[in-house]
């Protein structure tokens, strides 16, 4: 397949924008950012590979690249890390890719009114590094912590493990500037003022610019909540017989109302079964140990010593047995490192074969979790019996909501892909198993996804029926606000904003 | 394999199937997970934040020049941007849970050398590696000092005064770069071995030790260097080589067995090691203090590829007077000095700005003097530590200091 190669024109403005070194048109250049870690097609590559990449230094070449882009109507596609799980930073039509890394500086800390504004391609654990020498630390905190950015945060919206304590991205992000899809340079946040918490004024913009894949533009800097750094970490992992009474466990702690609970994860047969089979980092536990339920909260001594005391009562209480101090602390303590580990899977006939992980994830209510857990099972059986490339490795459930960590769980099923055997077929299936996950989901009540997005082949078919008119609505916002559909065109089915708009 | 996938292996930068063998496995174990771990402790990808110059992208390429997306001369630039740290290597997730169960460990630093060797088979030079190759191949040392000549004739000048014999049981090699230009260190490890009471000789010809030109993919002609210097050794009676230089280390520990297999029976002991030991078991006595206040970098090469940390920070320790401000040796996985692999040769902007960095750390720690224990880390760090205010050492030469020793 034949790429068409811009216009040597709009290379030489680009380059007239952000400088020769920073406007890459190199096939290795091109090649290196059309995926992410989403099971990417490596035998269609070629498809998802952008014209041109250019690594801006500064807000106002964003907005004169997106203001080219609208002249000439190519379209334009950001990417921070380039380590989401949807396809967000995926260019599906080609066109110029806006790289945001170089822009990685810290701008302000600001003591008295706690905050720190940052550029969007910084880390979080580089940010961490410079404000723990203050005491303080931004407490964000998904899996990919070591290399995800600040910026494809926003874009993606995203989850935090912690954040039953800190909230999530959207909680600790206060405000932001945006280059809108037409190149205009805005500032959101909840209000007006870029150091505001809580307004009421006027529409609440933040949320609308959060979550939406780069299809409604580019964050250029972003004003983030300081916290004070946690005196004290208690973790603890509690053991089941069985699902059922784990899953009565979860609820319980979750629903304990201790303030420090950052919280809580549940290990589901499946999961259990896999860890044991194949992660030689696992300690080993009786066989009668099927469930398990992860915990952990933050805070100052005074407040986390009894609260501890509390979460193990009702941990024990409720039929879990305490697993030990080597677990619960040193495997939470490596819990950015194991989120994709063995790292292997087994075909049918028990053969380790390399595998990467692939998790699919979406926003389930407490009560629907069981039935859900069945249903995703028996689609992955029906996927592993197909194609002798993938594995089951199970189920997680962790608490979803912010402060109040009790109502829906971000709900995971680990895939095991055997990437090197990608075929059309194997694909074909892959996508018709998300779209299968994500209609349960539905079924149940839930939303399709609780951090990654939705917007990759299969389960983005689905949006329209979870939202609804909101769908509507977003189409309305998209045309209103990206008339000629530049910024990251084909994402979320928003091309039909512009097919009703010339019926 | 389609046909297309053939088609694209036609082109002239396409791998052998060997090369894919060797590498189809390492690259899928990276690209399918896709972490990114590496990429925050790189240090070339902490100043260019360039894809392209990331592990991830070293790996991935492998995946697209077996379906023929890509070729050879598509990305050997790229891999230019390395300085063979490691530091990705600890990070990754690969290694860290999954080495047990397969005794596996991505092992990125020799993907990079493969692929360089790679792009010289097939004719493709970096214009400075080249010229240093071919120099180093005339000279038989590395042209280390801008414009002036290097020569077998001055391989020992270094030595001038001190009454160092040639030959013996114990062999001290001494790098490049410390042989022409920082002879203050190997002045210093003489000095010290000798009042230690160690008995040691040098070789009668020192040709380089052939890493450098392993490591910027000239594999034919770094075999030949190791193989003289190892006839060098054998002429003279050697059985144990002491190595003052981290990277020489690697070569004599990981690249020299490699070449020569069984045959390879030398003993190869790091200074810093021994030192350490003499300090320890009493036969060095540090009593001259050191009035400074310092902190410790931690040489990649021995921290990162070697895991060796303990013993430089408890030579400092047992050095009298000086004040040593610690910092660990996990937090300086993401430090380097930039200067290793070639990098400085032919992207010597990204060892300045790396060094600056590094020494800008430093000097967050309000200390007078960054202490090394690498020859090749020092030079960029001594051009940037004078912008800042911070004298760069080798440890050697601090020890040699307090030992009582005119360096």
């Known amino acids: ?503 | 394999m389609s046909e297309e996938t053939r088609a694209g292996q036609a082109s002239n930068g396409a791998p052998s199937e060997e090369f894919l063998d060797e590498w189809r496995n390492a690259a899928y174990n990276c690209y399918s997970s896709g972490h990114k771990f590496c990429r925050e402790v790189c240090p070339v990808m902490q100043v260019t934040r360039d894809e392209a110059h990331t592990p991830t992208a070293f790996h991935a390429n492998v995946v697209a020049m077996e379906k023929g997306h890509l070729g050879i001369e598509d990305v050997a630039r790229d891999y230019v941007h390395c300085t063979m740290c490691g530091a990705c290597e600890l990070r990754c997730p690969n290694t860290l849970f999954t080495g047990d169960f397969y005794r596996f460990r991505q092992r990125t630093v020799d993907l990079v050398k493969a692929m360089r060797t790679l792009a010289v088979e097939k004719a493709i030079h970096q214009p400075n590696w080249k010229r240093w190759n071919e120099v180093t191949d005339r000279m038989k040392s590395e042209p280390v000092l801008n414009g002036t000549s290097v020569s077998q004739e001055h391989v020992a000048d270094w030595a001038e005064g001190l009454d160092l014999t040639i030959g013996g049981e114990t062999v001290l090699f001494c790098d490049c770069e410390a042989a022409f230009y920082r002879t203050s260190v190997p002045r210093a490890v003489a000095q010290i071995l000798k009042k230690a009471g160690v008995e040691f000789g040098l070789m009668r010809e020192q040709w380089c030790c052939g890493g450098p030109a392993a490591e910027m993919g000239y594999a034919e002609q770094a075999r030949r260097f190791a193989e003289h210097n190892v006839a060098d050794w054998r002429a003279v009676g050697a059985k144990r080589i002491l190595v003052l230089d981290p990277h020489d280390y690697i070569s004599f520990t990981e690249d020299y067995p490699g070449y020569f297999g069984d045959d390879y029976d030398f003993e190869i002991i790091l200074v810093v090691e021994f030192v350490a030991d003499l300090i320890r078991d009493g036969r060095l006595s540090l009593s001259v203090p050191i009035e400074r206040v310092a902190t410790y970098h931690d040489a990649c090469r021995l921290n990162k590829r070697k895991g060796i940390h303990k013993e430089p920070r408890e030579i400092l320790r047992a050095i009298p007077g000086l004040e040593f401000k610690d910092v660990d040796h996990v937090t300086q996985w993401s430090y380097c000095s930039g200067a290793g692999a070639g990098l400085g040769i032919e992207r010597p902007d990204l060892t300045a700005e790396i060094s600056r960095r590094r020494v800008e750390r430093a000097k967050a720690l309000e200390i007078d003097t960054l202490v090394s224990a690498c020859p090749w880390s020092e030079r960029p760090l001594t051009d940037q530590g004078k912008d800042q205010d911070i004298e760069i050492y080798d440890l050697m030469e601090l020890v040699a200091e307090a030992a009582g020793l005119q360096v």
Not at chain 1, 14 to 38: Q, Y
Not at chain 1, 53 to 76: K, S, Y
Not at chain 1, 117 to 123: C, E, K
Not at chain 1, 465 to 472: K, P, T
């Open chain 1, 1 to 503: 397949m034949a790429i068409a190669t811009l216009d040597q024109a709009v290379v030489e403005e680009l380059v007239a924008i952000c400088g020769e070194e920073h406007v890459l048109t190199g096939k290795s250049a091109l090649f290196n950012r059309a995926r992410v870690p989403a099971p990417f097609p490596t035998h269609r590559w070629e498809e998802y590979i952008p014209q041109v990449v250019v690594l801006p230094t500064a807000a106002q070449q964003i907005a004169e690249v997106v203001e080219l882009a609208n002249r000439r109507r190519i379209p334009v596609v950001p990417r921070a890390g380039g380590t989401g799980l949807t396809d967000g930073a995926v260019p599906l039509r080609h066109g110029i890719m806006v790289d945001v890394k170089l822009m990685n500086r810290i701008l302000e800390i600001d003591h008295e009114d706690r905050t720190v504004t940052v550029q969007p391609g910084i880390n979080m654990l580089k940010l961490n590094e410079e404000l723990r020498k203050h005491g303080y630390i931004y407490p964000d905190n998904p899996a990919s912590y070591p290399c995800s950015l600040v910026g494809g945060r926003i874009g993606t919206s995203g989850w935090s493990l912690i954040g039953g304590r800190y909230g999530h991205t959207r909680d600790l992000v206060i405000s932001f500037e945006i280059v809108l899809p037409t190149g205009e340079r805005v500032r959101v946040g909840d209000g007006g003022g870029p150091k505001v918490r809580k307004s009421s004024s006027g529409y609440q913009l933040k949320h609308l610019f959060m979550g939406h894949q780069g299809t409604l533009g580019i964050v250029t800097e972003a004003t983030l909540e300081l916290v004070p750094r946690p005196e004290a970490e208690f973790s603890a992992f509690f053991a089941y017989p069985d699902y059922a009474s784990a899953w009565h466990s979860t609820g319980a702690l979750a629903r304990s109302g201790l303030a420090t609970l950052a919280g809580v994860v549940l290990f589901d047969e499946w999961k259990v079964a896999y860890l044991r089979r194949d992660d030689e980092a696992y300690i080993p536990q009786t066989p009668d140990v099927r469930s398990v339920v992860a915990t952990a909260m933050y805070g100052t001594v005074d407040e986390v010593r009894p609260a501890a005391k509390r979460l193990l009562k009702i941990g024990l209480e409720t039929g879990g047995t305490y697993l030990g101090d080597e677990i619960s602390q040193g495997d939470w303590a490596s819990r950015h490192d194991r989120y994709a580990t063995p790292l292997h899977g087994r075909t049918r006939n028990g053969q380790v074969a390399p595998m990467s992980w692939h998790c699919e994830d979406a926003s389930i209510p407490y009560s629907q979790l069981p039935a859900v857990r069945e249903k995703w099972h028996a689609i992955a059986a029906n996927l592993c019996e197909r194609f002798d490339m993938f594995d089951d490795w199970g189920m997680f459930a962790y608490t979803n909501g912010a402060f109040k960590p009790w109502g829906d769980y971000l709900t995971e099923i680990d895939i095991g892909i055997w990437e090197m055997q990608w075929d059309d077929g194997s694909w074909a299936a892959w996508v018709e198993a998300k779209r299968d996950i994500a209609a349960v989901s539905l079924e149940h009540g839930g939303s399709i996804s609780a951090c990654h997005g939705s917007c990759r082949e299969g389960e983005v078919d689905l949006v329209p029926l979870e939202l609804g008119g909101g769908f509507e609505v977003m189409k309305t916002i998209k045309r209103a606000l990206d008339p000629l559909n530049v910024m990251n065109p084909g994402k979320y089915l928003l091309d039909q904003a512009y097919e009703e708009g010339e019926e």
